[in-house]
């Protein structure tokens, strides 16, 4: 990832924000904690953001914190909301899937309703419907990933959760990883490789 970053100290110099009401935000989850970006500098160790994100954030709370609470900016801002267990849920209802996404799986789980999704299947759902936009995947492989995250869905932790899919001698196997944890043979052909938590807070709006 080249995106250019902007330390804490020149962040809060340029948008003129306190210390206290940058971390208050992270705290709400305005602003997610992934983008407080721990960094060696020659002053030691030092916080940076994502710049482009951050500053289009921090403008968009200004325009709405006189007018609406923090609660109400963090709703309106993700997908994802933050739990006081520090779980992270997805709001099933702002979720948009294509049909033929569904369609899939649906064959493969006739008993569940559309509109009694659990999460983890909504998880699922948006996973795949972004590969098969983007043509990442064949629909084989689509269908193994729906039965393998129904099959591991109790290990499923947003927080703490890779989606990691290789290839070896042509056969394709999905890996459930952890973000500190996994470790993978430098001779297999890592295709897919995505943290859970990072990639459903980049689907913003």
Not at 35 to 63: A, D, V
Not at 110 to 115: A, D, F, I, T
Not at 135 to 140: I, M, S
């Amino acid at each position: 990832m080249n995106e250019e970053l902007i330390s804490k100290k020149d962040l809060l110099t340029l948008t003129g924000i306190s210390y206290g009401q940058l971390y208050r935000w992270k705290r709400k989850n305005i602003i997610p904690e992934d983008w407080f970006m721990k960094k060696s500098s020659f002053t030691g160790q030092e916080t940076f953001f994502p710049k482009r994100l951050i500053l289009e954030r921090i403008e968009k709370i200004k325009e709405l914190k006189d007018d609406q609470s923090l609660d109400d900016i963090a709703r309106a801002f993700s997908d994802i909301i933050e739990t006081p267990e520090g779980n992270v849920q997805l709001k099933l209802d702002s979720v948009e899937v294509s049909s033929y996404t569904k369609s899939i799986f649906h064959k493969l789980f006739k008993l569940v309703k559309e509109n009694q999704y659990e999460q983890y299947q909504v998880i699922a759902l948006l996973f795949a419907d972004g590969w098969l936009q983007k043509g990442t995947l064949t629909l084989e492989e689509i269908k193994q990933f729906f039965q393998f995250v129904e099959a591991y869905k109790d290990k499923l932790e947003v927080n703490d959760t890779e989606f990691i899919y290789v290839r070896k001698f042509g056969i394709g196997t999905w890996i459930l990883g952890r973000k500190k944890a996994t470790y993978i043979d430098d001779q297999d052909a890592v295709l897919i490789r995505v943290d859970v938590l990072s990639y459903l807070q980049s689907t913003q709006k």
